[in-house]
């Protein structure tokens, strides 16, 4: 006979399987692997948007004096915040009536909902991923914000984490492009010059660059201009799944491939201490809602939901190659 309680089974073999959802998801991306390792992964409570607190001007009141001079106390604004909005996604697990007729008994059930879980969880985890590197225009802007608009190749428009980088140049993150700024198109004998210009353009004392991403071509243009010397690469980034390389002690990171990663032709140079993935608490690839009923079907679907973003806090201090 059919399951009675076809909804809490569902519900319970999906719950149990979300911290190895998110986990997955993790490991199956460089960028939030790395933040993961890093401890850049900060789950947010709620709140209308997540926003990100940043200091973006020095202090006008500082001043060098003498004796009984007047001391500058006028107020300062040297505070603004960058905002982001959730971004939402959910992938459903079905089951008809028919099918739960078919599979009668608890165990049959679940040995149903296996293949379907995994399907399910292997897309969030791939679309989320490729969130992660996007330009946040997906699905009509619903997408997360990934990294193609935090570190734009042209950082002087548009809007991010609801700042205008038209009208203020605090948050635009550096670019070098290969055949505008250098003179001729990235290739394996000037990668290394150009990197060499970028990272300097992103470094701010002992503050700079010490995660780099790269696709098949740039990553393979690196590698080929190491070729003549010894390459030294990170063992817990290999480890982890990711081919990897060393540049003035950053890793360099090959997260390209068949199906997405980092966009063809780029490199991407961050500083993790200003990035942050913020998945809310409530929401990190969990079931949500109740028992959903078909009004017309003899049908009950579940779905996993996420709701976050990646959000940047000091664009200045990152920059891509292209």
Not at 75 to 86: C, G, K, L, R
Not at 215 to 229: P, T
Request: net charge neutral.
């Amino acid at each position: 006979m059919p399951s009675p309680n076809l909804g809490e089974i569902v519900t319970t073999t999906l719950r149990n399987r979300s911290n190895t959802l998110q986990d997955n998801t993790t490991k199956n991306n460089a960028v939030l692997t790395e933040l993961s390792k890093r401890g850049r992964i900060k789950p947010v409570d709620g709140g209308r948007t997540i926003v990100e607190e940043m200091d973006y001007n020095e202090n006008a009141t500082f001043m060098w004096y003498s004796g009984y001079d007047q001391l500058n106390v006028s107020p300062s604004d040297v505070i603004t915040a960058a905002e982001y909005n959730f971004a939402q996604a959910a992938v459903a697990v079905s089951m008809s009536g028919l099918e739960e007729l078919q599979n009668s008994g608890k165990s049959q059930i679940i040995d149903l909902l296996e293949g379907r879980i995994e399907n399910a969880m292997r897309t969030m985890s791939n679309n989320v991923s490729l969130g992660v590197y996007s330009d946040g225009t997906g699905y009509g802007g619903r997408q997360i914000g990934g990294l193609q608009a935090l570190i734009a190749d042209n950082p002087t428009t548009g809007t991010v984490g609801g700042i205008n980088r038209a009208n203020w140049v605090f948050f635009r993150n550096q670019k070098f492009s290969g055949v505008t700024d250098g003179g001729a198109a990235v290739s394996a004998t000037n990668i290394q010059s150009y990197m060499n210009q970028l990272y300097l353009r992103c470094s701010r004392g002992a503050d700079r660059p010490t995660l780099i991403l790269a696709d098949n071509a740039f990553f393979n243009f690196y590698w080929s201009s190491l070729q003549a010397i010894q390459r030294i690469t990170n063992d817990s980034t290999g480890q982890a799944g990711f081919m990897n390389l060393k540049y003035m002690g950053a890793d360099v990171i090959f997260d390209g491939g068949v199906g997405g990663g980092c966009p063809a032709n780029h490199m991407y140079f961050i500083n993790p201490s200003y990035m942050k993935y913020r998945p809310h608490r409530s929401r990190n690839m969990v079931p949500i809602g109740g028992e959903r009923l078909s009004v017309n079907q003899d049908a009950m679907v579940k779905l996993i939901g996420f709701a976050g973003n990646l959000t940047l806090s000091n664009a200045l201090l990152q920059g891509v190659l292209f």
